[in-house]
């Protein structure tokens, strides 16, 4: 959840854990230079990739009124 001093949102979804595809992990490593140095290698169990399915949000006045709907 999250607020601005106005509205806030919600965010309902499930997280997936795509840590033994090393073609994902490769690519997260090519993509950011500071990975190597942070200790993201294909051989490390602490890497671990996620992604998001499912999601849904909803953004609310400070009453609690839904304003929008996003499906993702």
Same mark, same amino acid.
């Given at each position: 959840?999250a607020?601005d001093? +106005?509205?806030?949102?919600r965010i309902?979804c +499930? #997280? !997936? *854990? *795509? %840590? &033994?595809n090393?073609k994902v /992990? &490769?690519a997260? !490593?090519?993509e950011?230079?500071? @990975? !190597?140095? @942070?200790g993201y290698?294909l051989? =490390?169990?602490?890497f671990q990739v #996620?992604?998001i399915? =499912?999601? =849904? %949000? ?6 609690g =009124? @839904? #304003? /929008?709907q996003?499906k993702?």
């Amino acid at each position: 959840m999250a607020y601005d001093g +106005q509205e806030w949102i919600r965010i309902d979804c +499930q #997280l !997936i *854990d *795509d %840590s &033994q595809n090393i073609k994902v /992990k &490769q690519a997260v !490593i090519e993509e950011f230079e500071w @990975a !190597i140095e @942070a200790g993201y290698t294909l051989d =490390n169990p602490e890497f671990q990739v #996620l992604y998001i399915s =499912n999601a =849904n %949000s909803t953004i609310y006045d400070e009453e609690g =009124n @839904a #304003l /929008k709907q996003f499906k993702f």
